[in-house]
Each structure stands twice: as C-alpha cells, then as structure tokens.
C-alpha cells in the first residue's frame, strides 16, 4: 500500500521538490498551500496519487479545515512534511509586532498546532515520520535575522518535544536545517548575480539545490530511518559563518 504523506507549504522551494520527489519514488501526497493556481499546476497529471488543499497557515484558525478534507477522504497518513515558511530580514531596531507574530506563526505554532491533530489514530498512523524544514539560522545568528532565527530555534524546540510525546506510537519526529538553499525566499526571485555570489562566498559547497533537501526528506519518512527521532540535521553547504 502506497504511503500518504502531507505537506505543508508544498507550491514552493522546498516544499515544491519535496512533493514532486515523493511523486517519482512512489508516494501518494497531499499539498497544502495558500495558491490555488499553484497547487493545481503541482498536481496536474498526478490526480490519482495527489490532492491538494488550499490553506493560509498564518491563520491557525484554518488548521481544522486540512484535517476535515482528510476524514471526508478516508486518508490516514503516514506522514507529514512540514516545509511553510517565511523569513523577514529587519534589525530588531524596527521590527513590528505584527511581522514577528506572522513569522512565529507559520514558522512554528502552526506546526504545534499541527501536533493536536497528529496525536490521533484517525489522522495519523503509528509508525509515521513528521520531517519538520528548520534552518541552520536557528544555530548561527545573523544581524537582521532576529525573527526568523528566533522562530526556527523554536520550531526545533517543538520538534524534540514532540519527538519524546509520541514515541510510545512509534511516531518519529525529526527536522533538517538547511543553510543557504536555492530558492526565491533565499536567493530573491531576480536571481541577483551579486547576491549569488555572495551567498557562495559564505558556503564554500554551494547553494544547495532543493532536491537535496527533498532527499533527505524521503529518507527520513522511510524505515531506513526508523530509528532516528528528535534529531535535528543540518544540511550546510559548508557554511560556516556566525
């Protein structure tokens, strides 16, 4: 029986990769995303092993809605991969209240949120994996990144505790941190020479492409890796600045 997997912020970046691997080697996924359009092109073609619900994760009041689509379709999964996220780069000086509110939110008390919902039977299987996209700036603090690195130290927080809370289910819970990552919320949609070639700079190995992280990801939701919980893996390019 082919295994289910959820993904939460799939239209993009990572998450984008991440369900168009788990596609090719065989899973049946579930996308959630905030863009219908995008979504739809996602799947297109895939219909029989992929659906796709639309879902603003900055508004916690909206969590119940994935979880609903998933009873209405008899679909208890086997995973989830939780790849939302958002980073805003101001110093502490000027920083809002509202913008670290919304970065807390979708980068972290979604996904504790989340785990209400996968602490049941009805939705998620014993023996599932949750795999949990933090950041290598919840270790190396960066001028500018106060949120952001805030917001993922505590995601990883989440990810340890909810590691030893469901463990008597077999349920492993575990994140990957990537550093510097081929993506529009990293490298900017313009793709920028100059800011490539920075980013470079301070990660000898290269940017990282996406697919790598998917990589990882699909290991751990296997039982290659059904030993492994609470553990958080930095992919890091070779970055070492701090």
Do not use: H
């Not at 092109?41 to 969590?63: F, H, P, R, T």
């Not at 979708?106 to 933090?134: C, H, P, Q, R, W």
Request: aromatic content about 8%.
């Amino acid at each position: 029986m082919k295994k289910t997997i959820l993904i939460l912020g799939a239209s993009r970046g990572i998450g984008k990769a991440v369900s168009k691997y788990l596609l090719e080697k065989g899973y049946r996924i579930v996308a959630v995303a905030r863009t219908e359009a995008l979504l739809q092109e996602l799947v297109a073609g895939q219909e029989e092993n992929a659906k796709y619900i639309v879902c603003d994760l900055s508004d916690m009041s909206n969590i119940a809605a994935i979880f609903d689509n998933l009873n209405e379709w008899g679909i208890i999964l086997s995973g989830a991969v939780y790849c939302a996220g958002i980073c805003t780069s101001e110093p502490i000086k000027i920083i809002d209240m509202d913008t670290m509110q919304r970065d807390l939110m979708i980068n972290t008390l979604s996904f504790v949120e989340m785990g209400k919902y996968f602490s049941k039977k009805k939705y998620l299987s014993d023996g599932a994996s949750i795999v949990a996209i933090s950041s290598m700036s919840a270790w190396d603090m960066t001028k500018g990144m106060c949120t952001y690195s805030m917001s993922k130290a505590a995601l990883n927080t989440a990810v340890q505790t909810m590691s030893k809370e469901f463990v008597k289910r077999k349920v492993r819970v575990n994140a990957i941190l990537p550093a510097y990552v081929n993506t529009e919320m990293t490298v900017g949609s313009d793709q920028v020479d100059s800011k490539i070639a920075m980013l470079q700079e301070k990660q000898p190995l290269g940017i990282i492409e996406p697919e790598y992280i998917a990589y990882m990801v699909e290991f751990l939701l296997s039982e290659k890796a059904q030993y492994m919980t609470g553990a958080l893996i930095p992919i890091s390019g070779g970055r070492t600045e701090k």
